[in-house]
């Protein structure tokens, strides 16, 4: 049977992976702004695995939720209907789920733009060499633009 302490402590859970996910951006804006490929590869290798045990814990989330009977409501939802002696806890929770989510999202904001600007550099060298990789074909046949841009 699950109980709203359960559902606390995905919540918990949620918040750890999340913090995770920051220390493994802050590595990763480290490795790009030094350019070190390897540290780089070595943070997506370790981001796969915490991707793989966010999956795991989100689905524990849905089947917690449904379980208490909430389905797809949001956290905000969800607080609003407990009684007040569980929504000042799971408030206080939710309220640390969303520092560490805002944490989070900071911190790939800058290592999104410190790979653009590298990118940018990158494209900017081909082009002195006389490549452009805008239409410049690999052996694949395709092209050598940045497909995440």
Known sequence: MTTILD???II???TTL???????EKEKLAAV???NLE?????IKKEQVEILKLRGVDKKREEAQAALGYGTLTFQEIIAKLPAAQKEEV???YAVLQRAT???KAVNESVK?????NLHVINASLKNLGIDPETEQTTSGNNLKNKFA
């Open 39 to 43: 540290a780089l590869n070595a943070c």
């Open 18 to 24: 999340l913090e995770s996910f920051t220390a493994l």
């Open 7 to 9: 559902f606390q402590n």
């Open 12 to 14: 918990l859970n949620l």
């Open 91 to 93: 408030s206080r929770l």
């Open 33 to 35: 702004t030094s350019k």
């Open 113 to 117: 733009t410190a790979l653009d600007v």
């Open 102 to 104: 805002a944490e989070f």
